[in-house]
């Protein structure tokens, strides 16, 4: 159970507990009276805690290699990100959202002279890979869907 939850949850425990305590009538404060004045407030059977949403996904993308790299762009569900030129090894995290949709990314690397390689990992498990060589300019691209 997450922290947040446990206090809601205990928070919720205790303020129930408090509702059955002590009476309506003249039992006084300081006197371990129990009251006598009415029926104690019922105390309510079960408490509920609301769930905390789901963990997002990982996206992690990487490149590796000796090629220069021109530029990198990133994708996900639309939404580029764009850097370069950079030097290899390059990686990125992406948090993907846990809302039961698919999701559609896409990493694009243009690069100079060398080798690379592109690697796509969706949490820990492989999700694509790519990989190229050459004494000009390249584009190396690997791409994929998950539903999370």
Request: proline letters at 7%; one cysteine or more; charged letters at 15%.
């Amino acid at each position: 159970m997450r922290p947040h939850a446990y206090r809601t949850g205990l928070v919720a425990v205790l303020l129930a507990g408090c509702a059955g305590t002590g009476g309506t009538g003249t039992g006084g404060a300081g006197t371990g009276g129990a009251g006598t004045g009415g029926p104690a407030s019922p105390v309510p059977s079960a408490v509920v805690v609301p769930s905390s949403p789901a963990a997002a996904h990982s996206l992690v993308i990487t490149a590796e290699g000796d090629a220069e790299i021109i530029s990198i762009v990133y994708e996900l569900d639309g939404e580029t990100s764009t850097e370069g030129p950079a030097s290899l090894p390059w990686r990125k995290t992406v948090e993907v959202p846990a809302d039961g949709r698919p999701h559609r990314w896409s990493l694009t690397l243009t690069h100079g002279s060398g080798r690379a390689t592109l690697v796509a990992t969706f949490d820990g498990a492989p999700a694509g890979r790519s990989q190229g060589a050459g004494t000009g300019q390249g584009t190396l691209r690997v791409s994929g869907s998950v539903d999370a």
